[in-house]
């Protein structure tokens, strides 16, 4: 069964930065595409950023586009999440989930940014 | 920011059919492939139709998908206790180059 694991989730000032990352197993990580969603607190689900399975194709939401930097080691099977700049309104829970279709979800971490 | 719309709450008591829409514009729902989510009170989404009418294995046939034009929607027939939960829908958006989720529907079995 395709397994994601977020971790890196923490209390973080506003201004600060944080780098989330996404553990894959189970399935060929490196032939994925992946993204980034997030869940503020009783709110819907914000698509954050999508990584294609070589990185070539990147793209981000306007929201966090200049802060927040995705990447991937196909080595590790790992799917990371650089935040910086980070603000109150990024409190959330942030998912990882797999391809375009978003088959896959992982568990979550929460993010919460305050002073 | 959300530009896909969707009735807030949907309802129906258990063995009815319940269906909730999803409008979008040209650049989303009109050009790209619908997927919709199902997610349970404290727990992550699970992908309930992907290509606008496809269901991974495992999720029941009582869900269904479909896509006319800049809209899509999602029904649920014999509708179940355990239906209960938020329902997402989602597209590519050619004209913000990234996903659009829907506002998301909590169906309610009365």
């Known amino acids: 069964e395709v397994q994601l694991v977020e971790s890196g989730g923490v209390l973080v000032q506003p201004g600060g930065s944080l780098r989330l990352s996404c553990e894959a197993s189970e399935f060929t990580f490196s032939r994925h595409s992946m993204n980034w969603v997030r869940q503020a607190p009783g709110k819907g689900l914000e698509w954050v950023s999508y990584i294609g399975s070589n990185p070539s194709a990147i793209y981000y939401a306007d929201s966090v586009k200049g802060r927040f930097i995705i990447s991937r080691d196909n080595t590790k099977n790992s799917l990371y999440l650089q935040m910086n700049s980070l603000r109150v309104e990024d409190t959330a829970v942030y998912y990882c989930a797999r391809t375009g279709d978003f088959d896959f979800w992982g568990q979550g971490t929460l993010v919460t940014v305050s002073s | 920011q959300s530009v896909l719309t969707q009735p807030p709450s949907a309802s129906g008591t258990p063995g009815q059919r319940v269906t909730i829409s999803c409008s979008g514009s040209t650049s989303n729902i009109g050009s790209n492939f619908v997927c919709w989510f199902q997610q349970l009170p404290g727990t992550a989404p699970k992908l309930l139709i992907y290509?606008?009418?496809q269901r991974p294995s495992g999720v029941p046939d009582r869900f269904s998908g479909s896509k006319s034009g800049s809209s899509a929607s999602l029904a649920i027939s014999g509708l179940r206790s355990e239906d209960e939960a938020d329902y997402y829908c989602?597209?590519?958006?050619?004209?913000?180059?990234?996903?659009?989720f829907g506002t998301g529907t909590k169906v309610t079995v009365l």
């Open positions: 290509k606008n009418d």
């Open positions: 989602a597209a590519w958006d050619d004209n913000l180059r990234g996903y659009v």
